[in-house]
């Protein structure tokens, strides 16, 4: 073990313990391999899963071991029109399991995310039976404030440049606090406890994960 990954199993066991005080519950893994077996394992099969369109749940290889196995995926990017993403959206409200990953994550526990149209933070709220949410060693963050300086200066410009928005942290690789038509930094939530004890699981990976 190298003195950075064992300085993140350190602060990972910090994270881990705060979670529990606000009744979500963590595990650490070393790589995205143990990570993605050890969810799931934890997924009964059969279960009808949604996701939030996470780069870091596709570069884990998560949405492919999904695929692979005896599950019912309900994938909003299957909609041919609106009124079909619409009926999948609500779909995606009732299904057992949602993946996602958050934003950024304080070293106390709090969960930091920024949305457009509201719909992943929603089942991160409310909804889904139970929400996996990965998140790499890189997205940590020392308080909510350097969460959302981070989401909207490091996440948000890479995120808008992937899309293809026009808008202007795409080109100044910065956040300007913008309220141009295509800005997707409509919804900020901060999750500093979940109301169901189990519901919210994190699992912290000591990789550098999505943006």
């Known amino acids: 073990m190298s003195y950075k990954t064992e300085a993140f199993a350190a602060m990972a066991h910090t994270i881990i313990e705060n979670l529990k005080k606000r009744n979500m519950e963590g595990h650490y893994y070393e790589t995205s391999a143990e990570c ?4 799931i394992d934890s997924i009964p099969q059969g279960s009808s899963i949604s996701w939030g ?11 492919d071991a999904i695929n692979n196995g005896d599950y019912e995926l309900i994938d909003r990017a299957a909609a041919k029109n ?9 779909k995606t409200v009732l299904a057992d399991y949602y993946l996602m990953s ?26 889904p039976s139970h929400v996996i949410i990965v998140v790499g060693m890189n997205k940590i963050a ?24 026009k808008i202007p942290c795409a080109t100044t690789g910065h956040c300007l606090n913008c309220l ?25 990976v000591a990789e550098d994960l999505g943006y």
Not at 53 to 63: A, D, N, R, V, W
Not at 82 to 90: M, T
Not at 106 to 122: K, S
């Open 36 to 39: 993605v077996r050890a969810i």
């Open 53 to 63: 369109g996470s780069e870091t749940i596709k570069e884990t290889g998560l949405m």
């Open 82 to 90: 609106p009124e079909e993403a619409r009926q999948i959206y609500a």
């Open 102 to 127: 958050s934003n950024a994550l304080t070293i106390d526990g709090e969960l930091i995310n920024i949305d457009g149209n509201g719909n992943r933070v929603a089942c991160l709220i409310q909804g």
């Open 142 to 165: 020392t308080d909510v404030a350097s969460g959302v300086a981070r989401v909207r200066n490091i996440a948000s410009p890479a995120n808008a440049i992937r899309l293809s928005r």
């Open 180 to 204: 141009s038509p295509e800005c997707f930094c409509n919804q900020i939530v901060v999750t500093r406890r979940s109301g169901h004890a189990g519901r919210i699981q994190v699992y912290l």
